[in-house]
C-alpha cells in the first residue's frame, strides 16, 4: 500500500472536479489531501465524504490568487511533514509551474500529463502521450525515486463515488515566503462556462466557419449543450476568437466527455490537444479531412446546415 499526498484544487471554495477525480487513483491506498488557498475551511469539510485518511489545507489571505512562490513553500511544508511515496495533481496552469520545482527541490521523478495511472505497492507505472499524441509511452519510476510526482491530464478518471470517513483536518500555519513577485489582480474571462481544460462538453470550430460572424452560430449549440466553445489555431490567428479559447499543441491540452469538432480538418497540432476526448463528433464537408479518423461519429456536410439541425435535435432530446 502506497501512501499518496493528493493535490486538490478550489476555484471559488469548491473542490474542482477534474482534482477530486485523483481520489479514484488512490482507492486501497493510504491517502491524504492537500489543499491551498484562501477560506479553504468548507471545502476541506466537503472531503469528508470521500475516503481519505487525513486533509491538510494551507489557507492564507496571500494564497487567495496562484502565485509561484508561495504555492510551491506551502505544497513543500505539507510534503516534507506527510512525507509520502506518491504526489499526485491534475495537470494545470498552476501545477505544471509549481510541481517541477517540488521535483528539483525533492530530488523526485516527475511525469506529466498521463492519462493512465496504476499504483502497485512502491510501483507507479504511467501512460503519457508523446509527439503530439502520435505514440503513447509507458512509464515507470524508478526505484531510488524517494517520491513520484505526478500530473494526470484532467478528466480522465472518474469521480469516486462518496464514502464517509472520519479523516483528521489540520490547518497548517503559511509565512508568505519574501519573493520579488507579487499577484496583485487576476481578471475573470467573460464566460460563465468552466473551462475548456475542465469542461465536460466542448464546441469547436475552425476555418470551415468561415468568419468571426460565421462562428457565433456554434453558440446557440453550445448553450443548448452547456459546452465550452474552443476553436482551430487558424481562427484564433486571424482573430475570430481570443488565445484563450485555443485546442492544441500550442493551445491548451481537452479531454471532455464530448467534443463536437465544426468546420476543422484535423491537423496533427489540434489532435494533439483533444484527441483524448471521450467522444468526438466531426462536423466537415469534406469527407478525406484527417479529422474523420479520429472522430467517433463523422457528419459530412456543410456546418451552417448541420449545426442549426443538431441544435434542434438535442433540444428535443434534452427537453425529456
Ligand atoms: P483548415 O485546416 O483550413 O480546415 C478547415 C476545414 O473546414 C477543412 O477541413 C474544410 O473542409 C472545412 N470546411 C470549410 N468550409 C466548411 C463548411 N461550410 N462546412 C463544413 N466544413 C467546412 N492548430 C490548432 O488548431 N491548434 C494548435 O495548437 C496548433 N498549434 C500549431 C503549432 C505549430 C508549430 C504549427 C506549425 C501549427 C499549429 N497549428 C495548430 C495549426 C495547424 O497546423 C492547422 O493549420 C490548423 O489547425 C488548421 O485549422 P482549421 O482546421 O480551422 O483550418
Known amino acids: 500500500m502506497a501512501k499518496i499526498l493528493v493535490y486538490l484544487e478550489t476555484a471559488n471554495g469548491k473542490i474542482k472536479k477534474t482534482s477530486l477525480e485523483l481520489l479514484s487513483a488512490c482507492q486501497g491506498h493510504e491517502s491524504h489531501a492537500l489543499l491551498i488557498g484562501d477560506g479553504l475551511k468548507d471545502a476541506a469539510e466537503s472531503l469528508k465524504k470521500y475516503s481519505v485518511s487525513s486533509i491538510h489545507f494551507v489557507q492564507n489571505s496571500a494564497l487567495k490568487n496562484y502565485n509561484s512562490s508561495y504555492f510551491f513553500a506551502a505544497a513543500l511544508g505539507v510534503v516534507s511533514k506527510v512525507n509520502p511515496d506518491v504526489l499526485l495533481g491534475s495537470s494545470s496552469l498552476g501545477t505544471k509551474d509549481f510541481f517541477p520545482r517540488l521535483a528539483a527541490k525533492l530530488d523526485a521523478g516527475f511525469l506529466n500529463d498521463c492519462t493512465t495511472i496504476s499504483i502497485q505497492g512502491n510501483s507507479v507505472k504511467v501512460k503519457r502521450p508523446l509527439y503530439s499524441g502520435k505514440c503513447l509511452a509507458e512509464a515507470q519510476f524508478t526505484e531510488n525515486s524517494k517520491i513520484k510526482i505526478v500530473l494526470m491530464r484532467p478528466n480522465q478518471l472518474p469521480v469516486p463515488t462518496e464514502q464517509a470517513s472520519s479523516p483528521q483536518l489540520f490547518e497548517e500555519s503559511f509565512v508568505p515566503p519574501t519573493t520579488g513577485v507579487r499577484v496583485k489582480e487576476v481578471s ?81 497540432q489540434h489532435l494533439a490537444g483533444m484527441s483524448s476526448s471521450r467522444v468526438i463528433v466531426a462536423i466537415n464537408k469534406d469527407p478525406e479531412a484527417p479529422i474523420f479518423k479520429k472522430a467517433t461519429y463523422g457528419i459530412v456536410g456543410d456546418v451552417f446546415d448541420v449545426v442549426p439541425k443538431l441544435k434542434e435535435e438535442f433540444k428535443k432530446i434534452l427537453a425529456h
Not at 476555418?207 to 487558424?234: N, P, V, Y
Not at 491548451?252 to 496533427?268: D, F, M, Q, R
Open 188 to 268: 475573470q474571462g467573460a464566460s460563465s462556462k468552466p473551462d475548456l481544460t475542465e469542461a465536460a462538453i466542448i464546441v469547436s470550430g475552425g476555418r470551415g466557419m468561415r468568419d468571426a460572424e460565421g462562428f457565433k452560430i456554434l453558440d446557440g449549440l453550445a448553450e443548448e449543450l452547456g459546452a465550452t466553445l474552443g476553436a482551430s489555431r487558424a481562427i484564433v490567428d486571424a482573430g475570430w476568437v481570443p488565445h484563450s479559447m485555443q485546442v492544441g499543441q500550442t493551445g491548451k491540452t481537452v479531454a471532455p466527455n464530448l467534443y463536437i469538432a465544426c468546420g476543422i480538418s484535423g491537423a496533427i
